[in-house]
């Protein structure tokens, strides 16, 4: 046996999509139903579990073989449940997953999309979705439904299982000309092992979150009554009409209208527009998620989905959404949080001008070290600017960052032409580096500044198109990065002959545009062709996933496919990092775009500066690339 194909139906009475799997089949309740594989290239069988059937005894000892690949769509469900159902955790190494391998070449994420996407003679069944509410969903009296309930149904159900492995294996089949590399699938079992991890949550403080927002909603709402009249004055319509009829004429409730009429308001608008502001933010979801998610052990796993970004192959968050966590920036957070995980409500209305605000902000210290130990956040600094700088050649913003230069100081420097320094000569022309660094290191325009919150900075209208011109002069490589990008991926396509732009190889073969990065990862772009621009210009379009998550044809530019080459570089200097961390002994728990959290044991002796120095190592290829990492420790989570 080299192979084992696997798909299996399960059951519980979580929630798999609210609580993902380790405490979906952490309950008590939960059951593997049915367990259909396929050794090597062999016909496939299906073991009903439901009904007393067992495991093969040489099933068993292949889940526990290195040696045997065990392949699933999503394997990490496959993997959890039966660690699971067998009482004992199954290593990730030795396991492939075809939801990976899709994804790496910018397919679909969902089994039913890449199998309609490959045209596969075996589809996914549609009745599957009836079969899975009805026997691994217990019913509205909280009851499983059992095999004996619906004959007919459990015997479709069971061809259900098969035809899953058979689209799997179609799949693997069609994929096989563009194998993973091996070094993504170790990447994988190390990210693998820091879902199996988890977290510690302070569940403490996120139940006492939770009630603390709800006493002050409900003061706000009665004080809302009470001022304006209204039956449910958080009702958008119903306070627009109150303030029209109060001299605060207002378009809509939307965030920026109640801000801006906030400027001019005084007296009872103002303090309704304030109370507009409190009760529309919404600062426990999270708490709840982490409430949601958290298992017997008071940790929460399964956070980061590996290659999740399949256009750049970078993690995306899930269930509590790691990657968008409010910032903080309260000088006495300890304090705060120690209010909170108190249940002081009363004392923290008193002390704090937002109690929403102030929930919002301690979200990050919910996530904790496990007991005697402490968390080091590491993390590269300005990363996706250095690289850029690095893969055009801007020597200046190098020199820059190689001399410990403030990024933005710099920029606006260059931009000028006059010495600037962060709380000296020329301070006030720092943020309009910070925002043209943040804006145009893609092709940005006077657009992005707009999305970027430049307006809000206090900049005017008049200034935005002086500040993107003034940022392209002083980056004439980066400029010109996006055009030579833009020129060999067209060249790529429309000659079907491999073109080498420095570091970085565009090839065009199988139906398939692969854009080879410095660390020798490809990113895939599906059915790549030449097209019109809403401009009328000639324009790269590829197949995607768009809005709502249909597949459809997309169009992208130079600036675009440098921004994902940039991030794609940065991803692949933070995966070596954390397998570099792992390997020498730590133990990260999180990590949050270019940044690390780990679970260091208190006395271990480790530092951050011993951590920061892992993170630095950089392999040859990356010659003149001027990273930076810096960190702290801390008794919860943080932004430093």
């Not at 799949?171 to 699938?185: A, E, G, H, Q």
């Not at 599906?526 to 324009?539: A, C, D, L, M, Y």
């Not at 959290?597 to 290829?621: F, Q």
């Amino acid at each position: 046996m080299r192979t084992l194909s696997i798909d299996i139906e399960t059951y519980s009475p979580i929630n798999l999509a609210k609580a993902g799997v380790y405490k979906y089949c952490n309950h008590p309740d939960f059951q593997i139903l049915l367990f259909s594989y396929a050794i090597d290239s062999c016909t496939v069988r299906t073991v009903d579990l439901a009904s007393g059937e067992q495991l093969p005894a040489k099933i068993l000892r292949a889940l526990d073989d290195p040696a045997v690949v065990k392949l699933a769509y999503n394997a990490a469900f496959e993997r959890t449940c039966l660690s699971a159902y067998l009482s004992r955790p199954l290593d990730p190494a030795g396991w492939r997953c075809s939801m990976i391998w899709a994804a790496t070449l910018g397919l679909p994420l969902s089994l039913k999309n890449v199998g309609a996407v490959l045209n596969l003679d075996a589809q996914k069944m549609s009745e599957g979705k009836e079969l899975i509410k009805y026997f691994c969903i217990p019913d509205k009296h909280g009851h499983q439904r059992l095999p004996g309930s619906d004959p007919d149904g459990w015997r479709l159900f069971k061809t259900y299982n098969v035809r899953d492995v058979e689209v799997e294996t179609q799949i693997r089949s069609k994929l096989s000309n563009f194998p993973v590399p091996d070094y993504l699938w170790e990447q994988y079992e190390v990210d693998q092992q820091i879902n199996d991890r988890g977290i510690r949550i302070d569940t403490t403080l996120a139940a006492n979150a939770i009630t603390i927002d709800e006493e002050h909603r409900a003061q706000a709402l009665a004080r809302a009554q009470e001022l304006t009249g209204l039956e449910n004055p958080a009702s958008p319509l119903q306070l627009q009409k109150w303030l029209n009829q109060h001299g605060c004429p207002i378009e809509s409730m939307a965030k920026n209208a109640v801000d801006e009429a906030l400027v001019s308001a005084s007296g009872e608008v103002k303090e309704a527009l304030e109370l507009r502001q409190e009760l529309s933010r919404s600062s426990v979801a999270k708490y709840r998620k982490m409430i949601d998610v958290t298992c017997t052990d008071q940790r929460a796993h399964g956070l980061l989905q590996f290659y999740g970004a399949n256009r750049t192959g970078r993690w995306a968050g899930r269930l509590v959404q790691v990657q968008n966590l409010p910032r903080n920036y309260l000088p006495d957070l300890t304090q705060a949080r120690g209010l909170v995980r108190d249940g002081n409500g009363e004392t923290l209305e008193m002390l704090y001008s937002s109690v929403p605000d102030t929930l919002s902000q301690l979200i990050r210290t919910a996530f904790i070290p496990s007991e005697g130990h402490r968390l080091i956040v590491a993390d590269y600094s300005a990363i996706e600017a250095r690289v850029l700088a690095w893969l055009a050649g801007e020597e200046t913003t190098l020199a820059a960052f190689k001399n410990g230069e403030d990024l933005y100081c710099a920029t606006a420097s260059a931009m000028f032409g006059v010495p600037v320094e962060k709380h000296g000569a020329n301070s006030e022309l720092r943020q309009k580096g910070k925002i043209a660094v943040l804006a145009c290191g893609y092709n940005g325009s006077v657009g992005a500044l707009k999305a970027m919150g430049a307006l809000k900075m206090g900049l005017s209208k008049d200034e935005l198109q002086p500040i993107v011109d003034a940022w392209r002069q002083a980056n004439p490589n980066i400029v010109q990065l996006w055009h030579e990008v833009d020129n060999a991926a067209t060249r790529a396509i429309s000659t079907s002959k491999p073109v080498t732009l420095r570091n970085l190889g565009f090839e065009k073969k199988s139906g398939m545009l692969f854009i080879t990065l410095p660390s020798g990862r490809c990113l895939a772009y599906v059915k790549p062709g030449i097209g019109v621009n809403r401009f009328g210009g000639t324009s790269i379009t590829y197949w995607g996933q768009g809005v709502a998550r249909k597949w459809q044809k997309l169009g992208t530019y130079g600036g675009k496919l440098v921004e994902n080459i940039v991030q794609a570089t940065a991803r692949d200097l933070l995966a070596e990092a954390i397998t570099r961390i792992e390997n020498s002994g730590h133990r990260i728990v999180m990590h949050i775009h270019d940044e690390v959290v780990i679970n260091e044991p208190i006395n271990s002796g480790i530092t951050v500066a011993d951590i920061c120095a892992l993170m630095n190592e950089l392999p040859e290829r990356t010659a003149g690339l001027p990273i930076d990492a810096a960190g702290y420790e801390c008794g919860f989570y943080q932004k430093d």
